[in-house]
């Protein structure tokens, strides 16, 4: 008889998966043999333009602002409202980062900021009340405005001289002292 049933072993496998599927129970199966499944959700990507205030209308309330570099570059026009932080910022020819969200399909300022350039190693920001003490102090520095020749012509800080970023290369030679231990100052038109 032993014989007779062992004959038809495969028929019960067979028939059990037939009834009840191939699927495994996974509850007895520890939490570090389960997939991994993510129940939060992914941040959503921070929205944000940044660029050159093209223009800034108050009564329409809107900024537009140039993002891109080259054949990639375009205007955008971001809307704002009273909630919108530092709006100050959005000033024509000048660099800015805008945060924003979409509303009804149309970008909207939260928060604007200046864009300021990052300073190399080595090199640090001097604050006006500093600056005033220096050129009180008659401390030795070179002192250079770094605005386009007509800019500086119009009108630039007592004692600077005129090495625009464009003219740096051909006339820095000239107007950088021989000392390298005097103090540089550079300043330009704006915050960045």
């Known amino acids: 008889m032993k014989k007779n049933l062992i004959k038809f072993i495969p028929f019960f496998i067979m028939a059990s998966f037939m009834m009840t599927g191939c699927n495994q129970d996974t509850s007895s199966t520890t939490a570090a043999a389960k997939p991994a499944v ?26 537009s602002i140039s993002v891109g570099k080259g054949k990639e570059a ?33 970008p909207w300022a939260t928060v604007i900021k200046p864009k300021l350039a990052k300073l190399p190693e080595g090199v640090t920001e001097i604050k006006t009340a500093e600056m005033k003490a220096l050129m009180d102090s008659q401390e030795k520095f070179v002192l250079i405005d ?23 290369k051909e006339k ?21």
């Open 146 to 168: 770094a605005r386009p020749a007509k800019r500086y012509a119009a009108d630039h800080m007592p004692g600077a001289v005129n090495l625009s970023v464009p003219d740096y």
């Open 38 to 63: 993510s129940t939060q959700a992914k941040a959503p990507k921070e929205l944000k333009y940044a660029g050159s205030v093209v223009g800034k209308s108050n009564k329409a309330k809107s900024i």
């Open 172 to 192: 820095a030679a000239s107007v950088l002292p021989k000392d390298k231990d005097i103090q540089l100052i550079f300043y330009c038109g704006g915050p960045t």
């Open 74 to 106: 375009k205007t955008v026009m971001v809307k704002f409202d009273d909630n919108t932080k530092g709006v100050e910022h959005a000033s024509q020819g000048h660099a800015s980062i805008i945060f924003y969200e979409m509303r009804d399909g149309q």
